[in-house]
């Protein structure tokens, strides 16, 4: 997971000071994270790097995908 998060969001280069700041960007981070794994955006694998770029491209039309909770919930109840 350490290395998905330095390549994907290069949280080594992150110089946040304050402890609570970094601590909650690092729940960010791995929360986006998942996220990404469960979003498929192709029938190919892409890198997470791609996927970001891909999702920036168009935020909303990947909003509700992201965030249908039913969708993720369903296959885990």
Do not use: C
Not at 15 to 44: P, V
């Amino acid at each position: 997971m350490h290395w998905h998060l330095n390549v994907t969001f290069r949280e080594d280069v992150n110089a946040t000071l304050d402890k609570m700041s970094a601590q909650n960007l690092n729940i960010i981070r791995k929360w986006s994270l998942s996220i990404l794994k469960l979003i498929e955006l192709t029938k190919k694998k892409l890198s997470m790097k791609k996927k970001r770029f891909v999702i920036s491209l168009s935020p909303i039309k990947y909003l509700e995908e992201a965030l249908d909770f039913k969708k993720i919930t369903v296959g885990k109840i």
